[in-house]
């Protein structure tokens, strides 16, 4: 009578040990960046080539142009600029805002974002999807907030001074999609736009003349 069990115990070890097989199988995956990534990341640059300049970034310390109609900066670390973060599911990136300053409203489908805000006040918010549930909340020097994976969120300098913020993910690859720019800076035709959002054609038209869509 135990041997079905034991045999259910083995497959679940074995299906374990497949989800982890990479990290068992080498230490890291320093990404081959003269190779077009795949659905899967980076392939790994061949060992006997990695350095510690792999695992080295320095391109947080200038602060990124904030001289834009959002009047927000942000240089990434991710795996395209920080090599060694490949396979690691971690990034990081640097966020300049002028007083007044903002994110859009965007999401990044394979990361949770954790914000820490190191000067200045932003307000930072989330959008549920369960009912919709919008959490927001004012944050200052040494204060930090988490946005779920997937979900819509944005940062406004709600503060008197410039804000430097770093936001973590939980990918070295963490994409994005910022809302405005999928609807207005494409060639999504302008009366579906108006059909799917409830605002006016002459509204949606002046957004993609704004954010250079067609359509």
């Known amino acids: ?38 659905p899967a990341g980076y392939p790994c640059k061949k ?10 970034f320095h391109g947080l310390t200038t602060p990124g142009s904030t001289k834009n109609r959002v009047g ?26 002028e007083v007044g300053g903002f994110v859009p409203l965007h999401s990044h489908p394979t990361a949770a974002e954790l914000v820490l805000v190191a000067e200045g006040t932003l307000t930072f918010g989330f959008i549920s999807s ?27 300098n709600t503060g008197n001074t410039t804000a430097l913020a770093f936001a973590s993910f939980s990918s ?23 059909k799917t959002t409830f605002l006016d054609v002459e509204q949606v038209k002046k957004l993609k003349a704004l954010l250079g869509g067609t359509g």
Not at 15 to 33: E, G, I, P
Not at 47 to 56: G, L, P, W
Not at 78 to 83: H, I, S, W
Request: hydrophobic share 50%; net charge negative.
């Open 172 to 194: 070295q690859h963490p994409g994005i999609q910022t809302t405005p720019l999928a609807l207005f800076q494409n060639d999504f035709p302008t009366d579906l736009v108006a």
């Open 1 to 38: 009578m135990q041997i079905p069990y034991l045999f259910i115990f083995s497959l679940l070890l074995l299906l374990l040990l497949a989800a982890f097989s990479d990290a068992l199988v080498q230490d890291f995956c320093v990404a081959d960046l003269s190779v077009p990534a795949g």
């Open 130 to 156: 369960y009912e919709n549930k919008v959490y927001i909340k004012t944050l200052n020097k040494w204060d930090i907030m988490v946005a779920p994976q997937g979900l819509l969120h944005f940062a406004i």
């Open 72 to 97: 927000a900066g942000f240089a990434a670390a991710f795996d395209t600029q920080f090599p060694g973060v490949n396979g690691l599911g971690v990034s990081i990136g640097r966020l300049d805002l």
């Open 47 to 56: 060992s006997a080539s990695v350095t510690a300049e792999d695992f080295f």
